[in-house]
């Protein structure tokens, strides 16, 4: 059974920092990507980063210059570091992983980061 528990959200000031992290069970091997996405109130939930087995990283133009996102694959987590927040990335952040066999998704339940302006 993948599960995916996200940490670290808050509450941060415009122009602070936050580090999200995702425990993912299991062998990361298994998943082609894994992938940070949010979902502002009222709004679509949206992909904000990944990153492959290969160590590869892509990000929503959005918050480029401003996100990062690694993984450790012995301590099997990603991570994602939020910089320069403003109001605007207030949302629910999830952490995402697709089986590379079988497709199937697996979602955390996500962890709120409200930013304050």
């Known amino acids: 059974q993948v599960q995916l528990v996200e940490s670290g959200g808050g509450l941060v000031q415009a122009g602070g920092s936050l580090r999200l992290s995702c425990a993912a069970s299991?062998?990361?091997?298994?998943?082609?990507?894994m992938r940070w996405y949010r979902q502002a109130p009222g709004k679509q939930r949206d992909l904000v980063a990944a990153?492959?087995?290969?160590?590869?990283?892509d990000y929503a133009d959005s918050v480029k210059g401003r996100f990062a996102i690694s993984r450790d694959d012995v301590k099997e987590a990603v991570y994602l570091q939020i910089n320069k927040l403003k109001p605007e990335d207030t949302a629910v952040y999830y952490c995402?992983?697709?089986?590379?066999?079988?497709?199937?998704?697996?979602w955390g339940k996500g962890t709120l980061v409200t930013v304050s302006s």
């Open positions: 299991g062998n990361m091997w298994r998943f082609n990507a």
């Open positions: 995402n992983a697709q089986d590379r066999y079988s497709g199937t998704q697996y």
């Open positions: 990153v492959a087995n290969g160590g590869s990283t």
